[in-house]
């Protein structure tokens, strides 16, 4: 199983290391052509203005796109959420445009608001360490989304077929509960 | 139970940073281009460092209006500095609501024997380094990101290159020591025992290493990544060139593709002039930011 972490700018090493330890192969991928080869796709936390115009730049986003027509799961956290969803609040421009989401940006205040807790997250963990920094969150969600976990009524992970979205940073743990959700959603679809 | 300034969301926030280029403007305007080029935070500033190395003087925070003007014109993170160990202008930083403050020697230090505690405050900080032993010092006193010091305000990539070096062959070096080695290296870097044994164990710094201090070309900042900083502080580079848009672009690009060789080549066509600099051999001792910090 060949995992790649999109390594444009952001927390790439964490992925690597957390789907490592969940027992996959993870390399970090820069061009468009080393996409299809991929069995899964993780967008990691970062700038999603900085992700989202280096993507377009280089066609990045068209190929990751057919790699979702094909069903590949992708996993997006904080930034990478932002990337994949259809509707951002409060601007025009959206990335990827896959997730039949709206996300709110930096929701939650500025950095000194940013906090970790814990939550339940369905089907991976009663009890997950969530660290949210200057994160988002969910607003709403298409019918075909399902929530995974709230933190006070705000939706912050939420799973759509092949696609999966935290806006916290699972990464950032040494808790790998949720790469192997999403290593475990990389085999059903293979 | 929820946590607000904890050393892993502190500490988190520059991970999230990697990668990507941070840069000083100096109003709304130039903070929207910043952002708009793909910048993945600003330092707001009155002046740029070239112009604070010219105007000469005492060097302190810029004015809040300049921050909040920054602050309500873009989404990204904004960063501010204040004067090395000076508490109260980082506590109003942190009132303020930046999202990371630099204790900077750019700025005239406020104290000539402490930095500031940085542990007791919600945000995170910043702090410039020469070499291993100042880096975990800064680390030790809860700086949760480290940045090369360079020399600021010269558009001369020396200097960076010099800290990022010195500091990289430091960590080689000490992950390769024998375990009771470690004390006596502690004692002769300056450093605490217990970072360095972290930097024994892991070959890296807890935290994340950026470049800055003279970073003027989408060739300079490629080099600094080469070299390993995990990203890239550009200060008078930007707006001191002939073409601030084209530079900031090409400066983002060039730090997330450093080593893609004809991507670069074709990035550094027609740019225009980057900022003028200045030969470091020609700064006396006093005009020497980097000497500022303990």
């Known amino acids: 199983m060949n995992i790649g972490v999109l390594a444009l700018q952001g927390a790439v090493a964490e992925h690597i290391r957390m789907l490592e330890k969940a027992g996959a192969r993870a390399i970090p991928v820069k061009r468009a052509e080393e996409i299809p080869a991929l069995d899964g796709l993780v967008i990691p936390g970062g700038e999603s203005t900085t992700i989202g115009r280096l993507m377009k730049k280089y066609g990045i986003d068209e190929e990751v796109r057919e790699f979702s027509a094909q069903g590949k799961p992708i996993f997006g956290t904080c930034a990478g959420l932002i990337v994949l969803a259809k509707r951002i609040a409060g601007q025009d421009e959206t990335y990827l445009g896959l997730m039949d989401i709206t996300v709110e940006r930096n929701a939650f205040g500025r950095q000194r608001e940013s906090f970790e807790t814990d939550l339940p997250v369905a089907g991976v963990a009663d009890r997950f360490r969530a660290v949210f920094i200057r994160a988002p969150y969910i607003r709403e969600v298409g019918e075909n989304v399902e929530v995974l976990s709230k933190f006070q009524d705000r939706i912050v992970a939420a799973r759509q077929g092949h696609l999966l979205a935290t806006a916290f940073h699972p990464e950032l743990t040494d808790d790998e509960r949720v790469h192997a959700y999403f290593l475990q959603m990389v085999n059903e679809s293979a | ?294």
Request: aromatic share 6%.
């Open chain 2, 1 to 294: 139970m929820v946590e607000v300034g904890t050393t892993r969301v502190k500490r988190g926030m520059a991970e999230m940073q990697k990668g990507g280029v941070i840069m000083d403007v100096t109003n709304a305007e130039q903070a929207k281009i910043a952002e708009a080029a793909g910048a993945v935070a600003v330092m707001a500033l009155e002046r740029v460092p070239a112009d604070i190395r010219a105007a000469g003087g005492v060097a302190r925070m810029a004015d809040p209006r300049v921050i909040e003007e920054v602050m309500n014109a873009v989404s990204i993170p904004v960063m501010a500095k204040c004067r090395i160990g000076h508490y109260v202008e980082a506590k109003i930083l942190e009132a303020l609501g930046v999202d990371y403050i630099d204790e900077s020697e750019v700025l005239t230090p406020a104290d000539d024997r402490f930095h500031i505690n940085k542990h007791e405050f919600t945000v995170p900080f910043v702090c410039g380094a020469r070499d291993l032993g100042e880096a975990l010092r800064r680390i030790g006193e809860g700086a949760s990101m480290i940045r090369t010091k360079g020399e600021a305000g010269t558009g001369n990539i020396v200097e960076a290159v010099r800290h990022m070096r010195t500091m990289q062959a430091q960590i080689r070096k000490v992950q390769n020591m024998s375990p009771d080695e470690l004390m006596a290296e502690a004692k002769a870097l300056g450093a605490p025992y217990e970072l360095l044994k972290y930097v024994h164990e892991h070959g890296r710094l807890p935290v994340v290493n950026f470049a800055a201090g003279g970073v003027a070309t989408p060739a300079d900042a490629a080099l600094m990544m080469y070299l390993g900083a995990d990203g890239v502080f550009v200060g008078s580079g930007i707006f001191k060139s002939e073409n601030p848009e084209k530079y900031a672009r090409a400066i983002v690009e060039a730090t997330a593709h450093y080593d893609d060789y004809e991507r670069l080549a074709h990035l550094m066509k027609g740019l225009g002039g980057a900022m003028k600099g200045i030969d470091i051999a020609s700064l006396g001792e006093d005009q020497r930011l980097q000497e500022r910090g303990w």
